[in-house]
């Protein structure tokens, strides 16, 4: 059976997802395809891709975080936001995967097998990887559909959101979703970041929010929903929350939304306020 599950949105809009929840995006133009993240590295992206175009594939991460980025190393040139390079230098990246694939066989047993076919493939990845800096601003032209960038800093300092007007949809990775962490590794502000989802959410031209950890999407308005459900978070009512890979003193601010179901974000003390 195939390791990775392929759907299409239409449009030349892939999804490619993993047994462990999380999904890599293709984007197709005319001359070239946009693959927004490499996934945990168990399975063959760079293969994956190529069953489904035979273009030439630019790679970029949507933020460096162990599942979208770990299959890095099947390709020649990766981008990653500005804000996440620091990642590359002094081995913090290599100990985040040990500290991911720690915790994942810890609860998730199973995941043995898949560890022993990362270690395969990352011994046989055909590269080392070279890293570009994406800023806000910068366009990846694919022929006949461009692809622009936003930086949105929140749930890591160098998480980007891509812009496809041609599908009028944003490919967020993690920047923006019903269940936010933002307690891994950046300290912005809540008020900071709900600013910042509100440029967002000025945008025009915008109908669909795709996410990594979720095959349905949401509507593009969900993004202007969660920067005022940020500014409604009540220290009073938070919960904390034993989180993975956390101290265990993450808080947790919850409603239930009548249009999004249950809506969370999950911070660190100190996080909230302007
Ligand atoms: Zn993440």
């Known amino acids: 059976m195939a390791y990775f599950k392929a759907h299409s949105f239409g449009g030349g809009v892939y999804m490619l997802y993993e047994p462990l929840g999380v999904g890599s995006h293709l984007i197709i133009g005319n001359k070239k395809a946009l693959l927004i993240d490499t996934g945990f590295g168990f399975g063959d992206i760079a293969a994956a891709v190529r069953e489904i175009t035979e273009k030439p594939v630019i790679v970029a991460n949507s933020h460096i975080h162990p599942d979208h980025s770990m299959g890095n190393n099947q390709f020649e040139r990766v981008f990653v936001g500005a804000g996440d390079m620091y990642k590359l230098e002094g081995g913090i990246l290599e100990d985040e995967y040990k500290k991911m694939l720690g915790f994942s ?55 980007v959101v891509f812009l496809d007007r041609t599908a009028k949809t944003v490919f967020a990775g993690d920047a923006v979703n019903r269940g936010m962490f933002l307690y891994l590794d950046s300290s912005v502000k809540l008020a900071r970041y709900a600013d910042r989802l509100d440029k967002l959410a000025g945008l025009a031209g915008f109908d669909i929010l795709r996410t990594s950890h979720s095959k349905q999407g949401a509507p593009f308005a969900f993004v202007g929903y969660y920067a005022d459900f940020l500014r409604r978070v009540d220290l009073s009512k938070c919960k904390s929350s034993p989180m993975p890979l956390s101290d265990g003193k993450v808080l947790r601010y919850s409603e239930k939304s009548r249009d999004y179901g249950t809506v969370s974000v999950f911070f660190n003390r100190g996080q909230e306020g302007k």
């Open 105 to 159: 066989t810890k609860y998730l047993p199973p995941l043995g097998l898949l560890i022993k076919h990362y270690k395969k493939i990352q011994k046989s990845a055909l590269y080392k990887t070279e890293y570009s800096a994406l800023t806000t601003g910068d366009k990846i032209e694919l022929g006949g559909r461009t692809v622009e960038i936003l930086e949105m800093p929140g749930h890591t300092k160098g998480s």
